[in-house]
């Protein structure tokens, strides 16, 4: 099973410490704040009050046994990039880091990063489309360009087979799978009939998706 390790508990390392542990991964927490510590101790596998960036502290607590490490350090952002230049130094397989603004994720890239995430403002991408699209429920981004989405059939489809909605050529997206009562029907046929609740696996350019999420 995956192990991670996660350094800086603030906001968004504490909240996904915690998920993971909810996930049932083990999970290493590191961080220099006493009360951060003392908050999460009972939570991860481990909480280990330290700081990273002190001689001989990654080493000893065998970060590189890690199968991912995660720097979720963001206001000190020299911090940051010193922690994540050790950890690719180290050996770590995996480090994932969060970044605060597009410099400082560059930079995160270039010292070796391996995924950089930009939280605030991912989060107020998918806050914004959330807004403006009733229908869509969770979304994935498999590529800069190609998404995956879940969202709630469309009105104007409700009563009609795939082929009558006709999405591929209309739209430019493909049904992958319709979640229907908790139930999956995985690549469904062209005389299939949507149906009220009926939730859509959707996949395709996220261009072409922000068109079709948003057709009433
Ligand atoms: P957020 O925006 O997610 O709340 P913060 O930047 O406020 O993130 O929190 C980062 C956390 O990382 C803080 O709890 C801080 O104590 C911790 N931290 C910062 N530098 C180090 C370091 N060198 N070693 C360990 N923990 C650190």
New binding site residues.
């Given amino acids: 099973m995956k192990q991670f390790a996660v ?7 504490s909240s996904l410490a915690r998920t993971l542990i909810r996930m049932g991964y083990e999970v290493l927490a ?4 006493e009360a ?1 510590i003392n908050n999460m101790a009972d939570v991860v596998t481990h909480a280990v009050q ?4 002190e001689d001989g502290v990654l080493k000893s607590l065998g970060i590189r046994n890690f199968d991912v490490v995660i720097v ?5 952002i020299q ?1 940051s990039i010193l ?1 994540t230049v050790m950890l690719k130094e180290i050996g770590v397989k995996k480090v994932v880091a ?1 970044a605060t603004n597009e410099l400082h994720g560059k930079v995160l890239e270039r010292v070796g990063a391996d995924i950089v995430v930009f939280p605030e403002r991912d989060m107020g991408e998918r806050v914004a489309r959330w807004l403006v699209s009733r229908n869509i429920i969770d979304q994935i981004n498999l590529s800069p360009d190609y998404s995956l989405i879940e969202m709630a059939t469309p009105e104007k489809f409700l009563g009609k087979t795939l082929q009558e909605a006709d999405l591929r050529k209309k739209y430019g997206v493909t049904v992958l799978a319709i979640r229907r009562n908790g139930e999956f029907i995985i690549s469904p046929g062209a005389r299939q009939v949507l149906e009220k609740n009926d939730i859509l696996i959707v996949i395709g350019q996220n261009e072409k998706l922000k068109l079709f999420e948003t057709t009433d």
């Fill in positions: 350094i800086g508990l603030g906001r968004f390392g590191i961080d220099t704040n951060n330290a700081n990273a960036l979720a350090i963001g206001q000190d911090s922690v969060k």
